[in-house]
């Protein structure tokens, strides 16, 4: 007669169960850390987005989220480019337009609106900068993910615009990189833009004209150039 039960003892159904809750919970824990780093980085965009609507005075309403405030900034920014250029063409129009004599005068009154429309039409378009081969350059480097300039990044910009003389009728280009190699184009493209922004801020700190200062935002493959913003002196203004 045997005693006992010629089976072993059955594990699969106890390991099944506890596999399966170990799954669920990295699951939860997997979707509550990205929904952290979602919110995290929206957070983060928008105050870099907040912070640079700040250095160019752009309109912004309380409340805006960061596409209005992207808004923002890029349309304060077409108007301090087109401001120096409008505010010299008006001059030319309007002496252009003065009336020789009363008839003149009188006839020139009753066409108020054909004054406002040769005003808006002599406001030219923006001309390409061309940058010399061997213009003066000087490479600001940043922090991994980071826009913010450090102090002595901040004193190197003014010595350089100093040194060259570059507050006055010189055009500054402002070439920001973003690094393209690890897939997000678009958040790189835009931390390069916002690096660029501080860039500009510094050089318009440094009482460089802001109609005198180009931004551009170029892809690059190279990671340790993608934490840097290049500014140039052009030349001269047109």
Do not use: C
Not at 200 to 208: E, M, P, S
Request: charged share 20%.
């Amino acid at each position: 007669m045997s005693h006992g039960s010629e089976e072993g003892d059955n594990y699969w159904p106890g390991y099944v169960d506890a596999l399966t809750s170990m799954v669920q919970v990295l699951a939860f824990v997997m979707m509550m850390l990205a929904m952290a780093v979602f919110v995290l980085s929206q957070s983060v965009s928008k105050k870099a987005v907040e912070a640079i609507a700040k250095a160019v005075n752009a309109d912004v309403k309380p409340g805006a989220d960061v596409k209005q405030l992207t808004q923002a900034v890029v349309a304060q920014i077409d108007r301090l480019q087109k401001s120096a250029p409008s505010s010299e063409a008006e001059p030319s129009q309007a002496a252009k337009s003065l009336p020789t004599s009363e008839g003149a005068l009188r006839a020139d009154n009753d066409r108020p609106t054909t004054l406002r429309i040769s005003g808006a039409q002599a406001q030219p378009a923006p001309v390409p900068v061309e940058v010399p081969a061997d213009a003066p350059r000087l490479t600001v480097g940043f922090a991994d993910r980071s826009f913010k300039i450090a102090a002595d990044q901040a004193q190197a910009i003014a010595g350089f615009v100093g040194e060259q003389g570059a507050a006055g009728q010189h055009m500054i280009v402002v070439n920001a990189f973003a690094y393209s190699g690890e897939g997000a184009v678009s958040e790189a493209r835009r931390l390069a833009y916002y690096r660029g922004m501080m860039a500009r801020k510094q050089l318009v700190d440094a009482r460089v004209k802001p109609e005198n200062i180009r931004i551009n935002v170029n892809d690059t493959t190279d990671k340790s150039k993608g934490l840097t913003v290049e500014l140039i002196v052009a030349g001269s203004a047109r």
